[in-house]
């Protein structure tokens, strides 16, 4: 009599054992390497089978993917496997894709990464010049930016933030990964010259500061 519950509870715990970590981590990589596009840890729990732990699947797959010719990198909030940095020359043939941008289009895809979430005005003052509407489509249209929160000021005016897209084709894991003023002018991809709303070189490191500490104003949930 007393033995029979002990063999029900006994036989629940081994329905829904979760299968070892190996097989784990085999589904991971085969979710990983399945998808196009990256995969946050909650979609892969619902993927798996019940009491699964896809973040600790992906620590041991990470180590086997160390030195090989494709790791598992995070970008952004989510997973992906990538080939690795070293040889991705092999692979230009295929996959670089020339996507010619205007010059009022790359200045507001850098004001929207380095100053995000920044609203279309803001835009404005800080280019000089007015964003026109067929700018900001084409950057939402290439999926590189993505409309943020409406700020809680008159007019509720929405914002703009770049997109996992966006840092997966910039092989960055956030927007802090981003380049400061001094790197971009030394690389040539920016003028000497200052900025639009920029300050002088001494004035480099503090905006670089500002850039990571964001911006704090309030907004609705």
Known sequence: MNDEPEQTEEKEETLFAAPPIAEQERMVEAILFASAEPVRIREMEERMPHGCDPAEALVHLRKRY?????????????????????????????TVEERKLSRAAVETLAIIAYHQPVTRAEIEEIRGVAVSRGTIDQLLEMEWIRFGRRRMTPGRPVTFVVTQEFLDQFSLESARDLPGLKELRAAGLLDSRPLPGAGSDDDEEGEEDEVQTGQSELFED
């Open 66 to 94: 160390e030195g090989r010719g494709v790791r598992v990198v995070k970008v952004g909030d989510a997973w992906a496997v990538r080939t690795a940095p070293d040889l991705a020359f092999l692979m230009q043939k295929e």
